[in-house]
């Protein structure tokens, strides 16, 4: 079946560098979404992407999905503590299956 | 606050009980959907309904069963309970059938099973 790997498992930055997580599919999506949960929280959606190659920008936050629409990245420029949390993706395969990756937890060391 | 509620927050029980679990979607929402977050395991997709009717089928147990209600709110039904069922249990909620969807989640049951 289809499967969703995230590397790294767990991120530790100084405030004010950048991180960056990579999302992998072992099938084509049809697009692919990335999540946000804060320590305690329950996930909250940041963005979808659809087309190969695109780009998105969100303020600090930069996400990519491959031309191949297997792979996508998220990257936050100069992280702040209020990064802090577990990022997932979750890709969609033609809705056969919504998956969402093992998460990559971040911390931002002030 | 995301507008979608669950009940209860917690939830402590022995093994071989039966628990359910409620979810109130957003207003406006026709889908809800149910995941199971264990540490080990993050984020496993139960089950999704949309509009009273089943719509896709995740990793769910045979032991756990989920309706969705004419009003929209759903039930997640947990039997003979396990060890191993221990975990949070979220609901989420989006406009559409397609999963492509935003999707809105609620606050999450942590359910501990002795």
Known sequence: GQQVMQIPQYQHVQEGEDFTTYCNSSTTLSNIQWYKQRPGGHPVFLIQLVKSGEVKKQKRLTFQFGEAKKNSSLHITATQTTDVGTYFCAGDNYGQNFVFGPGTRLSVLP | ?114
């Open chain 2, 1 to 114: 606050d995301s507008g979608v509620t669950q009940t209860p927050k917690h939830l402590i029980t022995a093994t071989g009980q039966r628990v359910t679990l409620r979810c109130s979607p957003r207003s406006g929402d026709l889908s809800v959907y149910w995941y199971q977050q264990s540490l080990d395991q993050g984020l496993q997709f139960l089950i999704q309904y949309y509009n009273g009717e089943e719509r896709a089928k995740g990793n769910i147990l045979e032991r756990f069963s989920a309706q969705q209600f004419p009003d929209l709110h759903s039930e997640l039904n947990l039997s003979s309970l396990e060890l191993g069922d221990s975990a949070l249990y979220f609901c989420a909620s989006s406009v559409s059938w397609d999963r492509s969807y935003e999707q809105y989640f609620g606050p999450g049951t942590r359910l501990t099973v002795t």
